[in-house]
């Protein structure tokens, strides 16, 4: 990991998180994987936002960890979940960045989902 670069957000590569205002409610294949009010939204350049979700409002009995892992310069390794219910298609569905760089620190302790392998990120 010592090899990996660290880049601090910038004017040319800038990251936002924000309260998201609604609440957010994640299903798969007919169960609630999340329901949350205190979701934060995180915009990263001209990317589109992502909505990361506690942990704690997560059914964490339906989620399966995962080996998969990814890095970003910006955020840090992330760790992947799987959600079982949703099959092949479900797999490493959910990222998070359990040990954030301190420019994002406000995702720690979250969760984002992919929104093709789940059947609807709903927000309300």
């Given at each position: 990991m010592a090899d990996r670069q660290v880049i601090v957000p910038g004017p040319d590569?800038?990251?936002?998180?924000?309260?998201?205002?609604?609440?957010?409610?994640?299903t798969v294949a007919g169960k609630v994987v999340a329901d949350s009010?205190?979701?934060v939204l995180l915009r990263e350049a001209s990317y589109p936002g992502v909505v990361y979700i506690p942990r704690q409002d997560v059914d964490t009995t339906l989620i399966?960890?995962?080996?998969?892992?990814?890095w970003c310069p910006y955020k840090g390794e992330a760790s992947y979940y799987s959600i079982p219910a949703g099959g092949d298609r479900s797999a490493n569905a959910i990222w998070t960045y359990e040990t954030p760089h301190d420019a994002v620190a406000e995702i720690k302790d979250h969760v984002?989902?992919?929104?093709?392998?789940?059947?609807?990120?709903?927000?309300?």
């Open positions: 590569h800038p990251i936002t998180i924000e309260p998201n205002p609604s609440r957010v409610v994640v009010s205190n979701a399966e960890r995962t080996e998969h892992t990814s984002a989902f992919y929104p093709d392998r789940v059947d609807s990120i709903d927000v309300s």
